[in-house]
């Protein structure tokens, strides 16, 4: 069972009970770990579904299923009879999900709650907004959305939201946040946040429940515990505090989310938290060469806050990492794109072993044009989600209304979509009655004619097909063994959505890539119907919610041979033959939020620049531009002290000059004529 395994990683599988710690290092076989140690415990006589293990993406769920399927050996599927009993493997949202499938209704949530995405809850946000009488000026939908999570991450309510609002803008906010969460609770909705914010509530009001589902599990597994919040952390504890059988992975220097709630501590304090606890460090790195670790190992040891550990380069030896300085950021990325279109044309690496990294989503804009001008193939990763494309969105709509018709913000977006009659005063109508009545716009088109008889003719008419519609699919899907893929072919063709596509956009180009987004879809159902137990139309809704802007991720994994452009927290998991890192200035990385003498937001920045370096496994590039074009000047640029770190110049003069020399710059006090010296570069290009 230990066969191929380190020490250390030997250590950690054969550890079966109590309180686990896995500090385990960038490159270190986390992975490998982590699914050795379920099959090893399903082999010591722990039964599959009695293992909970989570992770943070679908992605990583993904791996982790498939690689125990092939330490277990694939079982076949029982074709009569229940089904061959696997580890629970998910991400933390789609574990609280089935809790709260199965216990929605004591908070007041129907079982059949509906998941909004961004963009509905962009909705929601808009129109809240809009009934308070806000100012674009003052608050934007993503504004408010972005205080609403921050204080869900924290575990604050409307109520405590209010009560603790200092500035204008939050007592704005926090008057939203309760419209907010009237609104999507009156629809059946929950958004991301409250997918965790409602379990823990759930299990902190009701200890029966949360007895039940920690009755589950015999053992909890938790990957990247690291990138935990406090509701996570709430969460996993009352879940593992009966049986203690609770193993966390993770690596301190790699929590790069504090932004998105992540608190660091966690980790920091598991030994304080299960005194009784084993801890293993894995530092051994399998990825890089010994002469990219021994940059990373210097440029992370300047934390303070951190587990005592050193990574241990499998790899001797390795082309020391380069540092390169241009005269502007297009000089830079001009120069970088056709290096590497000379590394491609030399035939040694495929576009797929190059990864640029940037910190900021503005960075690659240049770079975009140099690549189409070198003729590089690439990628602008975790852009735009495939499911926020319009046509997209408006085909899941309609099958969100046929899942959960009081789904008010799939319901609005194809009401007159394709066109049927109703306008847009009938919809105001119809959407003031069910505000006043505080009920969903379906049941007052379900329950209330008289309501629909006083709209004009041609609206009454396309309420009564729409209904029909609605019933007719529905009915449909309560035939059983019925296929969702045929259920969602007969749909389009009843909408004649394709038709639809021709008439709203002008080139054939642009209608072909449409249409082909939506047979995409229905190769998504197709894949889902495959893969799952019990298939349903809620089950893929939930499933394409969850994935969010991981969906293709499987195709892209095997067959886009692109160079990827990437911020560094879209990098993390991920390694690359050849990396570069581009703008590296004071500023930009760290980041220009963190020059404000907070300690922690800048030891976050640093571990943000070390799960750079340690993506790269053969070849590790560092560059920054003397200029940046600011305020429409070249404005000199001062270069990041973490390349000063990485050197072991961290005692140059020049260093402590240009941390002071950009924090002045950022917050007013001056603006520097010259840059401050830069540390000793490499040319090799």
């Excluded at 030997?10 to 490159?27: C, F, K, S, Y």
């Excluded at 079982?75 to 199965?102: D, E, K, S, Y």
């Excluded at 906010?173 to 419209?179: D, H, I, T, V």
């Excluded at 940059?295 to 030896?317: E, M, P, S, T």
Aim: proline share 5%.
């Amino acid at each position: 069972m230990t066969q191929g395994l380190n020490p250390e990683q030997q250590e950690a599988v054969q550890t079966l009970r109590g309180p686990l710690l896995v500090l385990a290092g960038a490159g270190s076989g986390k992975t490998r770990v982590v699914t050795f140690r379920i099959a090893n415990l399903i082999r010591h006589g722990t039964p599959a579904d009695r293992i909970l293990a989570v992770t943070f993406t679908n992605k990583a769920a993904r791996e982790m299923r498939e690689r125990i399927s092939k330490l277990l050996g694939n079982q076949p599927r029982r074709r009569n009879g229940p089904p061959v009993p696997r580890p629970v493997i998910g991400t933390f949202h789609a574990h609280c999900v089935q809790i709260l499938r199965r216990h929605a209704r004591v908070l007041g949530y129907p079982a059949r709650f509906t998941i909004y995405d961004r963009s509905d809850q962009e909705s929601v946000a808009r129109d809240v907004l809009r009934t308070l009488r806000v100012h674009s000026g003052m608050m934007k939908p993503g504004d408010l959305l972005s205080l609403i999570s921050r204080w869900k991450n924290a575990g604050v309510r409307p109520a405590q939201a209010a009560e603790t609002a200092c500035t204008d803008k939050e007592h704005v906010a926090a008057s939203g946040y309760r419209k907010y969460q009237q609104a999507i609770q009156l629809a059946g909705a929950m958004d991301f946040d409250d997918l965790l914010l409602l379990t823990e509530q759930l299990f902190t009001e009701h200890s029966d429940i949360r007895q039940q589902e920690a009755e589950r599990f015999d053992h909890i597994l938790v990957d990247e515990y690291q990138d935990t919040n406090q509701t996570r952390y709430a969460i996993i504890r009352m879940l593992a505090e009966s049986h203690r059988n609770l193993c966390v992975v993770g690596d301190d220097d790699q929590s790069i989310y504090g932004w998105r709630g992540a608190e660091v501590q966690h980790i920091l304090n598991f030994k304080r938290d299960w005194p009784d606890a084993k801890v293993v460090r894995l530092e051994a790195n399998y990825r890089s060469t010994a002469a990219i670790i021994a940059f990373a190992n210097r440029l992370i040891a300047y934390n303070k806050v951190r587990h005592d550990k050193v990574l241990r380069a499998a790899r001797a030896g390795g082309d020391p990492p380069r540092i390169l300085q241009f005269k502007t950021e297009a000089e830079e990325a001009q120069k970088i794109c056709y290096e590497i279109r000379r590394i491609l044309d030399r035939g040694q690496r495929q576009p797929r072993d190059i990864a640029v990294l940037f910190r900021t989503n503005e960075q690659p804009r240049v770079f975009e044009t140099e690549m189409r001008k070198a003729k590089v193939p690439y990628s602008l990763v975790g852009t735009q989600s495939f499911f926020d494309r319009r046509e997209v969105r408006d085909f899941l709509s309609y099958l969100k209304v046929l899942d959960q018709p009081r789904d008010e913000v799939a319901l609005l977006r194809i009401i007159n979509f394709p066109p049927r009659g109703i306008g847009a005063k009938s919809v105001e109508t119809l959407l003031g009655q069910a505000v006043a009545q505080g009920r969903p716009v379906w049941e007052v088109l379900e329950t209330q004619p008289e309501v629909v008889r006083a709209l004009p003719k041609p609206s009454q008419a396309g309420i009564e097909r729409l209904r029909q519609l609605v019933h007719h699919f529905q009915r449909q899907l309560q035939t059983p063994q019925v296929s969702l893929v045929d259920v969602s072919q007969e749909l389009i063709q009843r909408l004649d959505l394709m038709a639809a596509l021709e008439r709203m956009y002008p080139t054939p180009e642009e209608v072909e890539a449409r249409k082909s987004s939506l047979l995409e879809v229905l190769n998504a159902i197709g894949e889902y119907e495959n893969d799952a137990d019990e298939a349903s139309l809620a089950g893929f809704l939930e499933e394409v919610t969850l994935a969010g802007r991981e969906f293709g991720s499987k195709d892209k994994d095997k067959g886009g041979n692109t160079v990827a452009l990437m911020t560094y927290h879209s990098a993390k998991g991920l390694e690359f033959p050849i990396v570069y890192m581009v703008g590296m200035e004071e500023g930009i990385l760290p980041h220009r939020r963190s020059l404000n003498e907070n300690f922690d937001d800048v030891e976050e920045e640093r571990r943000l620049c070390y799960v750079g370096v340690t993506r790269a496994q053969d070849q590790l590039t560092l560059s920054f531009p003397l200029q940046r074009m600011k305020w429409g000047k070249l404005r000199p640029t001062f270069p990041s002290r973490f390349l000063y770190e990485m050197t072991g110049q961290a005692d140059n003069p020049n260093r402590r000059r240009a941390i002071e020399a950009a924090r002045q710059e950022i917050t007013g006090r001056g603006r520097p004529r010259s840059a401050a010296g830069n540390p000793k570069t490499q040319r090799r290009m």
